[in-house]
């Protein structure tokens, strides 16, 4: 009895608490307006709160046509105010009034947009061709084209307009930066190269011009590929610094065969097309920045995420220090470490959110700073559905074990093209899982460096 009383009362004291102190944001903060958020609960090292961002969350998954699914989601603030987005693989098309994609789709390899506000979809231009606009072609209608096809690809032009796409050779993005080149705007992306059984060989960079705006002839036109033969990984996280370099962040499975470390290289100037230098540890246990291509042994020793795991870092600073957000592995939770420098050492890792089990098969966590309003950390994951069980009787009455495929379910059930999207975080208060104040919204540092370049 005496546990029980305690615990109403225990549970009658926070009730009462004023509106934050339980734990929760203060949402009537102006600058939050609009934004639909759902508290999801506070991060496991008590402090923080996290809220799905179901705004940010439907002006994807409400697509009516063309785009209508993507993983891979990378943000680059642009310097006319707009955010460039990029996909990995895209599904286009046109879903059904149910929600699937049981109408003709394809799967183009890469995909880009252009966002220009908040309000809908309609907001987000994508850049991608369609195979066709003619809602008679209903085999083609609203498929799209790969945005960036790799030099190697083999398909003919005829192939690519029925609708097909790459799978000999194709390009996935990673992180982007913009720079000026005789005084004219430049977004620059690094891609990396895929082929045979999902094998990575290098990684390229594109340059697009960002004179004009969305819509103009000459906007976001490719004006240069660059291959250099950089090594493979480097650029799946980028930070650009103060220091005049731009950080170029990568993983290499562990000597031991289990998990992947964090390691980190970095560029000339903030040009990412200038000579990369690799932040490596010696076998005396020296650091040192080198021009060479470090082995994979150099690179196993060099470690910069203080021995934790770590897939596709996604790194960003505020205030004085430095921070790193991942996962150790597909669908584990999301973790934060702090530095005081863009080549670490991370540490002080801190569990950010523990995925859902319905969220089967997570990945590619990134950051995207532009989106922070009030301080708190905004991040994107991915999602691909995974084989689901169901069971039937037979005519004695015994179970039968049915099994439905991981990828066939974005198409056939009832909402299912809105699987294969990416799904957002707000996470109010992290500061304090470190000791640090909130000092306002998280910048992008890259359009803070591009707008005092000469």
């Not at 049981?102 to 309000?119: D, F, H, S, V, Y």
């Not at 470090?294 to 220090?321: A, H, L």
Request: net charge negative; proline share 5%.
């Amino acid at each position: 009895m005496y546990f029980t009383k305690l615990f109403r009362y225990l549970f009658v004291a926070v009730l009462l608490l004023p509106e934050g102190a339980s734990g929760q944001a203060n949402l009537s903060d102006p600058r939050l307006e609009g934004l639909d958020l759902e508290y999801y609960g506070p991060t496991t090292n008590l402090g923080a709160s996290v809220y799905l961002d179901l705004t940010y969350f439907r002006l994807f998954a409400s697509h009516e046509k063309g785009w209508i699914g993507g993983d891979g989601v990378y943000t680059t603030t642009l310097p006319d105010g707009n955010t460039f987005w990029s996909f990995g693989d895209s599904f286009f098309g046109m879903p059904t009034e149910f929600r699937n994609n049981n109408r003709p789709t394809n799967l183009p390899r890469n995909a880009a947009m252009i966002q220009t506000g908040e309000k809908s979809w309609r907001d987000f231009v994508v850049l991608n061709e369609y195979c066709s606009t003619d809602p008679n072609d209903r085999d083609r209608y609203y498929k799209g084209k790969t945005w960036l096809r790799h030099p190697d690809a083999k398909l003919s032009q005829a192939e690519i307009n029925r609708g097909n796409t790459d799978s000999d050779h194709f390009l996935w993005p990673g992180d982007g930066t913009v720079i000026k080149r005789d005084g004219k705007p430049i977004l620059q992306l690094i891609w990396g190269s895929v082929f045979g059984e999902m094998e990575s060989d290098c990684r390229f960079v594109a340059e697009y011009s960002l004179e004009g705006k969305p819509g103009d002839e000459g906007y976001m036109k490719l004006i240069r590929f660059v291959d250099r033969n950089w090594p493979t990984g480097y650029g799946s996280g980028l930070l650009e610094d103060a220091d005049g370099h731009s950080y170029l962040y990568s993983t290499i499975g562990t000597d031991y065969g289990l998990g992947a470390i964090a390691i980190v290289a970095r560029t000339q100037t903030h040009d990412i097309t200038t000579d990369w230098e690799y932040y490596i540890k010696d076998s005396s246990g020296n650091w040192q920045w080198q021009k060479e291509i470090p082995t994979t042994q150099e690179k196993q020793r060099s470690g910069i995420s203080n021995g934790d795991w770590v897939t596709e870092p996604s790194v960003f600073k505020y205030g004085d220090y430095y921070y790193m957000c991942t996962q150790v592995m597909t669908n584990s939770p999301i973790y934060i470490m702090q530095a005081e420098h863009p080549w670490g050492p991370f540490k002080n890792r801190k569990e950010l959110y523990k995925v859902p089990e319905e969220h089967s098969a997570t990945y590619n966590c990134f950051v995207h700073p532009q989106l922070s309003r009030t301080g708190e950390l905004v991040l994107s994951y991915n999602m691909n559905p995974v084989d689901m069980k169901y069971y039937t009787k037979d005519s004695s009455g015994n179970a039968v074990e049915h099994t439905v495929n991981g990828f066939a379910r974005n198409f056939n059930a009832w909402g299912s093209a809105d699987l294969y999207q990416p799904h957002f975080l707000r996470i109010f208060d992290w500061q304090k899982l470190f000791g640090v104040e909130n000092t306002g919204p998280i910048t992008d540092v890259g359009i803070t460096i591009y707008n005092q370049m000469p």
